[in-house]
């Protein structure tokens, strides 16, 4: 089945710690995107990117990271520069340069210890 | 500014009692609507997407509608499995778009047996 696998379900953060959240597709698509969610806030952006090799800053991109070495592939890092990393992340892709809706895996949800 | 405002926050139906979802949004040109449905600790489902004012998408009890401020998302004769979250976001038509959302803050569905 085609689709998107973010990892794990559940993250615990050490202060001072960086933590890597992958997000893997198998839907073909060019165009992958990271987006945090908070209760009673809508989803905000926090990187893009359209091509591999290629991404950009989205609404909230301080204190986080990502690579895009692989079409299917595309890690987010929360950095211990970010203060604020208790939240539900979510790893959407679509077909790039179009209207078509993005597609979303079941998300990794970060705690601090 | 873009922004998109669903209303209300949170609505209690009763199993079969038919009501609709707002989303009202103000963006430079609109490319795309889209409607989502998100599980509790899940990532958002897609719904419909919408292009145009007077265009409408029917999926089972659900049925979504466009006008050129605002969208509707019509349930008729819910059943309890259609407790959901339900989100709105918009596409802008801005000259070499990146295909971003811009999203509501959704509406929290509960429908009684």
């Known amino acids: 089945d085609g689709g998107i696998t973010q990892s794990p379900k559940y993250l615990f953060r050490k202060e001072g710690q960086n933590v890597t959240l992958s997000c893997e597709q198998n839907?073909?698509?060019?165009?992958m995107y990271w987006y945090r969610q908070d209760p009673g806030q809508g989803l905000r952006l926090i990187y893009y990117?359209?091509?591999?090799?290629?991404?950009q800053k989205g609404d909230i991109a301080e204190g986080y990271s990502v690579s895009r070495e692989k079409k299917e592939s595309f890690p987010l890092t929360v950095t211990s520069a970010q203060k604020n990393p208790t939240a539900f992340y979510l790893c959407?892709?679509?077909?790039?340069?179009?209207?078509?809706?993005?597609?979303f895996g079941d998300g990794t949800r970060l705690s601090i210890l | 500014e873009d922004q998109v405002t669903q209303s209300p926050e949170a609505l209690r139906l009763q199993e079969g009692e038919s009501s609709s979802l707002n989303c009202s949004y103000t963006?430079?040109?609109?490319?795309?609507l889209f409607w989502y449905r998100q599980d509790p600790g899940k990532g958002p489902e897609f719904l419909f997407t919408?292009?145009?004012a007077g265009e409408e998408k029917e999926k089972e009890r659900l049925k979504a509608t466009l006008t050129k401020k605002e969208s509707f998302l019509h349930i008729t004769a819910p059943k309890p499995e259609d407790s959901a979250t339900y989100l709105c976001?918009?596409?802008?038509?801005?000259?070499?778009?990146?295909?971003?959302?811009?999203f509501g803050k959704g509406t929290k569905l509960s429908v009684k047996p």
């Open positions: 839907l073909n698509h060019d165009a």
């Open positions: 959407a892709s679509k077909v790039g340069g179009s209207n078509q809706p993005q597609h």
């Open positions: 919408l292009y145009s």
């Open positions: 963006v430079s040109g609109l490319r795309g």
């Open positions: 976001a918009v596409q802008a038509n801005y000259g070499g778009s990146q295909g971003n959302l811009i």
């Open positions: 990117s359209q091509i591999v090799n290629d991404f």
